[in-house]
């Protein structure tokens, strides 16, 4: 599987390990309405299934189940840090934009 981690990331999810003891972090990948658009989600895992993918980010490994994998394929992972808007980011160029049932 193909997942870039950008070094903002790669360093905002260094913070995770010191502040939480974070040693996964599960990445959710999957249709988030009926349109077919794309959400994502990552939280603090404590231990990954057999069936996981890991991905070394730092100095923590991404958790990915094999149902989220396509919808993460060839996609980038980054931090963003700015005055009103900070946080990670995921951008997939295989997942079109938008949504075409206009509820978002």
Not at 2 to 29: C, H, M, N
Not at 54 to 65: D, E, K, R, S
Not at 68 to 88: K, M, N, Q, T
Request: glycine fraction near 14%.
């Amino acid at each position: 599987m193909q997942l870039t981690i950008t070094p903002a990331a790669e360093k905002a999810f260094g913070s995770l390990v010191d502040e939480r003891g974070a040693a996964y972090i599960r990445v959710w990948a999957g249709q988030a309405c009926g349109c077919g658009r794309i959400g994502y989600r990552m939280a603090v895992e404590e231990t990954p299934a057999d069936e996981d993918t890991l991905i070394p980010a730092g100095t923590l490994n991404l958790v990915v189940a094999p149902e989220c994998g396509p919808h993460l394929e060839g996609g980038v992972i980054d931090y963003i840090d700015e005055p009103l808007r900070s946080g990670f980011t995921i951008e997939n160029p295989n997942v079109p934009s938008g949504c075409s049932c206009g509820g978002h």
